[in-house]
């Protein structure tokens, strides 16, 4: 199996389609110091690509690629560090094929 | 808007619209709440559909379904970095006038589903995220918050067919969130290609299908499955894993799915598609001991928020369905008695689960995932590599004695995972399988 080069998530986002709400984000990430190790794995985790590390070492969310698929939510609701909710009707994802 | 139903499904994916179809065509009003612009806008499978569990419901619906393909052939692969040990059947007798399984792709299905409840008289409610089920003093569950303005709706029972990542439930506190050993985060893509590439590929004709499901070196020693799943004009291709294995890994979803997608095994299939969609989902893979209380006073669960899924036959929509319909039928016969929907009535519910395949299956393969979840690195890396070194030494011809390879081989496994290894493995699979 060949190892491939870096996959750019980011690239295969642009064939998806998205009702996006504009200010709103459905997920937030509450800031309590250093990321625990379940927030820093989401860098990784995410389908989306959603979660990135600052340089001050903060774990970020931009959930405007999200599928709404709950992986951060049961990785990081539990200690509260991250906020979880769906967006309102209509918004968010839409899938052509499913 | 408050308005009183007789039943409100959450959800409009498999388990909610076999429930509201079973509910609103036996004559009750019912409300079915859906978050996306159109049922199916937010589901994801990968997806094969039973048809047995459909016919239950809606006899007639090979009539007018958006099917894909029908299944003619299985192709089950043990995959190491460059090879793959395949079993494959292939049968005629899947070329029947009303097929098994047939691939579905989901947005389009359940568009037709969500018709069909219409048709049947519910009252579907698009763009309408729920946000809370409302109790009343006593703690029956009496309605939904949803957010719409004055978002409040009344129902003698609510049909909670959120999905595996539901919010409504848990935060209630009617059963707990999935925890991450519980779940597998799968990735798909839709790769279209022209039929008859894909009937010349998978060597079929007409609307004859294939579905390749492989575990092994591509999910690296995670507890995971890639799988291809033939559509009339595209593949779905995917994998899935453990989300407790990915966050350890440190693997990305996407990586796995383009290594999967590079494997010399793969890549001859995919080559020249044009890919039109990418999406994650989770699939609930506690088993049996990870399904939560299915039914309280005003409500039932139903489907992947109950976890009810078949992680070893890869069964899922087909609990759904039947979930959802069984819940149906119990909740039609509380109300034409004239009786209250308690959860001692209710309990009808979780009843004739036990008694039908649903629970009879998931009770069967209990001990199942902690088997493979604990011994995942020898299950999706060791066997799969000893078996592939086995199959080249027994095909290549290279002059070696066939003792001599018989040996090496042999040695092999017992230096991989030892005499007591073997028959531990052998012994702890044959009764988790019983």
């Given amino acids: 199996m060949s190892k491939p080069e870096e996959v750019r998530v980011e690239e295969k ?68 560090e991250v906020e979880w909710n769906y967006p309102r009707g209509g918004y968010g994802v839409l899938f052509k094929f499913g | 808007m408050v308005e009183k139903f007789d039943c409100i499904v959450v959800g409009a994916g498999m388990s909610g619209n076999a429930a509201a179809y079973t509910l609103a065509k036996r004559g009750l009003s019912v409300l079915q709440l859906e978050r996306g612009e159109y049922a199916g806008s937010k589901n994801v499978q990968g997806a094969i559909m039973y048809a047995d569990m459909l016919e239950a419901i809606i006899p007639d619906f090979r009539e007018d379904a958006p099917l894909e393909r029908h299944l003619i052939e299985q192709r089950f692969w043990m995959m190491s970095e460059a090879a793959h040990t395949g079993m494959h059947y292939r049968s ?95 990735v798909k893509e839709m790769h279209f290609l022209p ?114 899924n078949n992680a070893i036959h890869r069964e899922g929509s087909n609990l759904a369905m039947t979930s959802g319909r069984i819940a149906a039928e119990a909740i039609f016969q509380i109300k034409s008695r004239r009786e209250k929907m308690t959860r001692d009535n209710l309990a009808r519910y979780p009843k004739a689960l036990e008694d039908s395949f649903v629970m009879k299956d998931l009770r069967k393969y209990r001990d199942m995932p902690a088997l493979l979840h604990t011994n995942s690195r020898n299950f999706f890396l060791t066997y799969p590599e000893l078996v592939a070194k086995a199959m080249e030494s027994f095909l290549r011809v290279d002059g070696t004695p066939k003792r001599e390879k018989e040996t090496t081989t042999i040695a092999a496994f017992r230096k991989a995972r030892g005499w007591s290894g073997l028959f531990g493995d052998a012994f702890k699979l044959a009764r988790a399988w019983r």
């Fill in chain 2, 92 to 186: 005629d007798a899947f070329n029947e006038a009303r097929p098994n399984r047939y691939t579905i792709l989901r947005s389009q299905f359940d568009k037709w589903f969500s018709r069909k409840v219409r048709e049947a008289g519910a009252l579907v409610l698009t763009e309408t995220t729920a946000l809370e089920l409302i109790f009343d003093a006593y703690g029956a569950c009496v309605g939904v918050r949803t957010d719409r303005e004055d978002g409040i709706v009344h129902g003698d029972v609510v049909v909670l067919a959120e999905g595996v990542n539901g919010l409504l439930g848990s935060r209630a506190g009617l059963r707990q969130p999935p925890k991450a050993d519980h779940v597998a985060l799968a």
């Fill in chain 1, 13 to 80: 986002l642009y064939q998806n389609r998205y009702v996006v709400d504009g200010g709103r984000s459905h997920i937030r990430v509450v800031s309590r110091g250093k990321p625990s190790a379940n927030l820093m794995a989401m860098t990784t985790l995410c389908p989306a690509g959603c979660y990135t590390l600052t340089e001050a070492g903060q774990v970020e969310v931009a959930p405007d690629g999200c599928f709404e698929c709950g992986t951060c939510r049961v990785m990081c609701e539990p200690s509260g």
């Fill in chain 2, 195 to 308: 039929a008859e590439t894909i009937e010349a590929r998978f060597n079929v004709k007409g609307d004859e299908g294939v579905v390749i499901e492989a575990v092994g070196a591509i999910s690296r020693g995670m507890t995971g499955m890639g799988f291809i799943y033939s559509n009339k004009e595209c593949l779905s291709v995917g994998i899935g894993c453990l989300v407790s294995d990915f966050a350890r890994s440190g693997q990305t979803p996407y990586g796995l799915l383009e290594a999967f997608k590079a494997h010399p095994s793969v890549k001859p299939l995919l080559e020249g598609s044009e890919v039109k969609e990418y999406a994650a989902h989770l699939i609930p893979e506690g088993g049996y001991k990870a399904v939560p209380q299915l039914c309280g006073d005003g409500w039932v669960v139903v489907g992947d928020a109950a976890q009810l």
